[in-house]
């Protein structure tokens, strides 16, 4: 019979508990969207927040937003982050540096509308 040593057990257990929650902490897992959150974060907050006015992001922020799969960022847009974060800002920026973003996708509780049409004077 095997004897089972108590406190390394207990330390077994605590590691288990460690890796399982430290990926969705530190946002390992929104990097499985492409890029490194952290770094976009530095870059695009001020354009994304959820305060403020529409801005053009900057090339900065573009070099970081057209590494991720943008369908994947607004999958994993919840409610706790859309506090934070106004989803119109994000599709606005994804669209300025230059990614697809299909109307009719859901971006957390936003449905992306069709982006402005220009209209030429004749």
Do not use: W
């Amino acid at each position: 019979m095997a004897v089972v040593n108590t406190p390394v057990l207990a330390l077994a257990m605590v590691m288990v508990a460690i890796a399982t929650l430290m990926p969705a902490y530190f946002g390992v897992a929104e990097i499985a969207c492409g890029g490194d959150m952290v770094t976009l974060r530095k870059q695009c907050e001020q354009f994304v927040k959820k305060d403020g006015k529409i801005m053009d992001p900057s090339k900065e922020c573009c070099t970081e937003v057209i590494k991720f799969d943008f369908t994947c960022i607004c999958k994993n847009l919840t409610p706790e982050k859309e506090k934070l974060y106004s989803p119109e800002k994000m599709v606005h920026v994804a669209r300025y540096c230059g990614l697809k973003v299909q109307p009719g996708l859901k971006c957390g509780s936003y449905i992306v509308k069709p982006p402005y049409a220009v209209m030429e004077e004749v």
